[in-house]
């Protein structure tokens, strides 16, 4: 499946997959080039192949029961990436348990901010943290066990011929497990809502299990990004889209968190439908009426 902005989808599951991306017949309005896309630099101090040095950022608030075999489980899949824990002062010690596993282990670090400031804001920071050591890509990616670890070789492997990478679970060869029924309904009519409000030909604009090289999200302009919780994701593929970048969508499994508590409130559903429906009258408006009030370039 390829469309408008340069959406694709990844070849099918098993070991020899390396995340093969369909070709896209002149669909793309802005392709990040391999040169500005940087990789040399991470390959030659022993990143991934094709990538580059790769960074998987993971934000915790409460977390403690799950970190440390999140964590683990990604040093395992993926022994060449870091990564970096983003924790909101967790009153449960998430940090300082994170705090312990960077003592040991030189790819693990922690960054610590000041109090619960939502999803969005902790994974700009990490972003950030990535830019400032030389990082050439970033996984998002939820502490909860719902993205399991072992499905990032194959979102790495998708990552070589793409710019932003979505691990999918409205895709083929997708899997959801456990998930109750209200939350299947909220994430496919969110979806399907997504699509059709802001044109996106992204089958899964909510999942926060995905790989962004740097230069694609230096071209994303995220200085524009507003999103506090749960609709951070879809501003995101909305500014992936946007800026042409190629986007590629990977089958991933994904499973209900089996410990801790989940951040998911009415609040944050009701922030993720206000500001897609925004973004989709603004983006109706005949450019002329856009300049000045936009804050997209
Ligand atoms: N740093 C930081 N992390 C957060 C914050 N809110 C949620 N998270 C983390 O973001 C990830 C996703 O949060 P979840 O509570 O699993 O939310 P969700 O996946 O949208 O909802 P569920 O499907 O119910 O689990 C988890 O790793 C959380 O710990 C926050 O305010 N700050
Ligand atoms: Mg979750």
């Known amino acids: 499946m390829v469309a408008g902005g340069g959406v694709g989808r990844a070849g099918g599951r098993g070991p020899g997959r390396r995340g093969g991306v369909a070709a896209s017949p002149g669909g793309h309005r802005r392709r990040v080039s391999r040169q500005e896309r940087g990789t040399g630099v991470g390959e030659a101090a022993g990143g991934q192949p094709g990538v580059g040095r790769v960074l998987v950022v993971v934000p915790t608030y409460n977390e403690a029961d799950n970190i440390a075999d999140v964590v683990a489980r990604v040093r395992r899949a993926a022994p060449a990436v870091d990564v970096l824990v983003a924790d909101d002062n967790s009153p449960d010690g998430t940090g300082t348990l994170a705090e312990a596993m960077a003592a040991t282990d030189a790819q693990v670090h922690v960054l610590h901010r000041p109090g619960k400031q939502g999803l969005g804001a902790a994974y700009l920071a990490g972003f950030g943290w990535a830019r400032q050591h030389g990082y050439d890509a970033v996984v998002e990616m939820d502490a909860d066990g719902s993205h399991a670890p072992e499905d990032l070789p194959a979102l790495l492997a998708a990552a070589r011929d793409a710019d932003v990478v979505i691990g999918s679970r409205w895709v083929g060869g997708a899997r959801v497990v456990n998930w109750p029924w209200r939350r299947l309904l909220l994430s496919r009519c969110g979806n399907l809502y997504a699509r059709m409000a802001l044109g ?4 899964d604009a909510t999942g926060g299990f995905r790989v962004y090289r740097l230069s694609a999200l230096r071209a994303m302009r995220l200085e524009s990004v507003c999103s506090q919780g749960y609709s951070f994701q879809v501003e995101l593929s909305r500014l992936a889209h946007r800026a042409g970048v190629r986007i590629v969508e990977v089958p991933i499994t994904f499973a209900e968190r089996e410990r801790g ?4 409130s009415p609040l944050i559903v009701a922030e993720a439908l206000w500001r897609i429906t925004t973004w989709g009258l603004r983006d ?5 009426w856009r300049r000045g009030h936009d804050r997209w370039p």
């Open 200 to 203: 996106m030909p992204v089958s």
């Open 284 to 288: 109706r408006r005949p450019a002329r």
């Open 261 to 264: 508590a989940s951040k998911m």
